[in-house]
């Protein structure tokens, strides 16, 4: 995965507005909204891709819909999609993802998991969408736009970090699973459950994101390296006041191992220094 500085003219109708590019990211927020919950207790057959990693049919028919609906309307735009792979394009726009996160949770039919939507346009990201239908939540954001959560009713609710400042104040979001470079222990995640106020993990990496931009959570660690799971992550939480970065406090960019976020400058500091505590 490569970014570039340069952003050209992206692909698809030529009057295209960035309002009704965001109206279409949520319009696909809903649809794929609508097929989760049509096989909620029917995730079909369900195959352990990797050691503790799930993809059900569920997965890759969200994920045909998404694409299908994207290549009729935008045929230059890349597309960066979990389980059928893909490209960032260096020069153009960019579709990133993640067509049910959450799975694990989604196969027992526990309901924090989402559909993550998002738009890349160079090293931005422009328009994201996290859309939890069993919460009958959709979480938006429009680069410069602000993020919004968006209930079932369609009323739009403007999205604002919390105000903790301390570690020692703060509800922290993180999954932990023991397999390979995730280990917690070997990076400062555990010190950093040490130090807080209580610990929240949901099993939705997009979730998590939207949570903290809402003020529920107040520090967010994903500790991968998957761009579908954290780039709605990255703009829900800037345009909601928040800081993002990676976990060694440089930007998030595709390729980062982790991403970092946290509601305010202080307690990204705080937090960065206690993530380095780890063993490495
Ligand atoms: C997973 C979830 C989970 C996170 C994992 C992800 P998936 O995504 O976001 O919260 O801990 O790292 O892989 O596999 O359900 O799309
Ligand atoms: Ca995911
Ligand atoms: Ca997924």
Known sequence: MSISDSVPAPGGPADESPEKLHAFVREL???AGELHLSRLTDPGKIREKAPKDLVTEVDLLSEEL?????RERYPEDAILSEEQGGEISPTGRTWLLDPVDGTANFARANPLFCVCISVAEGD????????????GDIYHARLGGGAYRESASGKAHPLRVGSAERLADS?????????????????????????????????SAGIRGAWLAAGYLDVSIGTRNTAWDYAPTALLVAEA????SNLTGGPWTYDSDGLLATNNETLHAEALEVLATGEG
Do not use: M
Not at 124 to 135: C, E
């Open 66 to 70: 998404l694409i299908s609906r994207i």
């Open 241 to 244: 006041g928040g800081q993002v």
């Open 29 to 31: 927020a809903q649809a």
């Open 171 to 203: 509800f922290v979001g993180a999954d932990v699973s023991y397999r390979g470079s995730n280990e917690p222990r070997k990076n400062g995640t555990l010190e950093v459950f040490k130090r807080c106020w209580q610990v929240r993990s949901l099993g």
């Open 124 to 135: 931005r990201i422009t328009h994201a969408a996290v859309g939890a239908p069993r919460l």
